[in-house]
């Protein structure tokens, strides 16, 4: 039986990375809840009083403005580490 053949390239091995953590800064996650909580709060309030003084001149803008909300305490949530 032939005899195999010795390996011509060194293993490869990755290259180090740096041990650090990522950490989050301190205002993230706060932000981050607080606009949920504002975009899920502006949406029910419209549809719980639409007749409010402020937010019947907004008519159906309300859902765009508490979307944007929620969708900005999501886009935060991508960089929460």
Same mark, same amino acid.
């Given at each position: 039986?032939?005899?195999?053949?010795?390996?011509?390239?060194?293993? !490869?091995?990755? @290259?180090?990375?740096?041990?650090?953590?990522?950490?989050?800064?301190?205002?993230?996650?706060?932000?981050?809840? *607080?606009?949920? %909580? %504002?975009? %899920? =709060?502006? %949406?029910? +309030? !419209? !549809? *719980?009083? @639409?007749?409010? @003084? &402020? &937010?019947?001149?907004?008519? #159906?803008? #309300?859902? =765009? +403005?508490?979307?944007?909300? +929620? +969708? &900005?305490?999501?886009?935060?949530?991508?960089?929460?580490?």
């Amino acid at each position: 039986m032939p005899k195999s053949k010795a390996r011509k390239k060194a293993v !490869y091995t990755p @290259p180090q990375r740096s041990q650090q953590v990522k950490v989050s800064p301190r205002w993230l996650a706060p932000t981050m809840v *607080v606009a949920w %909580i %504002i975009g %899920i =709060l502006w %949406i029910a +309030i !419209y !549809y *719980v009083a @639409p007749q409010a @003084p &402020f &937010f019947s001149d907004l008519q #159906n803008w #309300n859902l =765009l +403005i508490g979307f944007v909300f +929620i +969708i &900005f305490g999501v886009v935060l949530s991508t960089r929460w580490r």
